[in-house]
């Protein structure tokens, strides 16, 4: 039942992918639960009002450069201040594609700007009672993922 997640999910990173970035994402796997790839770095957004959940944009660091140098437009080697201001603005930009496709199911949600964590091989996670959709992606060979965290209940609203 949380397909309408997933299909918003996989039409924003490709929306933006194609239309902002110039660049093709490889989709990969797909999965009612959190992503098992190894991540260093997450970008967390909040959804609130008609919609309780998050959304994480994580990846490894090569996968965290390769994402925020598309969007800056330039190749770069290491994830400096620019670079994580563009990753987070990268998660920005994906949490709000997923939030304007699910606004027609749900009504109006807020969101609240991204939290940067790093360190290498932290997990995401979220209240015991809510679920998680992730998605795989790959960009240029490097593999990033989008968890959405969600409550059981926000799916009733679909119904």
């Known amino acids: 039942m949380a397909e309408p997640f997933i299909e918003a999910l ?32 997450s970008a967390i957004l909040g959804y609130s009002e008609n919609l309780r959940g998050s959304f994480a944009l994580s990846a490894p660091t090569d996968g965290a450069i390769s994402l925020a140098s598309a969007l800056l437009g330039e190749p770069r080697e290491e ?12 998660a920005n930009m994906l949490a709000g ?22 360190g290498h091989g932290h997990q995401v996670g979220s209240e015991a009672s809510f679920q998680c959709v992730s998605h795989d992606f790959s960009l240029d060979g490097k593999a990033f993922c989008v968890h959405i965290f969600y409550h059981p209940d926000e799916l009733e609203k679909l119904a």
């Open 10 to 41: 996989r039409e924003a990173v490709q929306e933006i992918a194609e239309s902002m970035l110039f660049v093709e994402v490889e989709q990969k796997d797909c999965r009612h639960d959190k992503s098992p790839m190894t991540v260093d770095i």
């Open 79 to 90: 994830l400096d201040g620019e670079l994580q201001d563009a990753y987070s603005e990268m």
């Open 97 to 118: 594609g997923v939030q304007s496709r699910m606004e027609a199911q749900f009504g109006a949600i807020k969101m609240s700007t991204p939290m940067l964590i790093q």
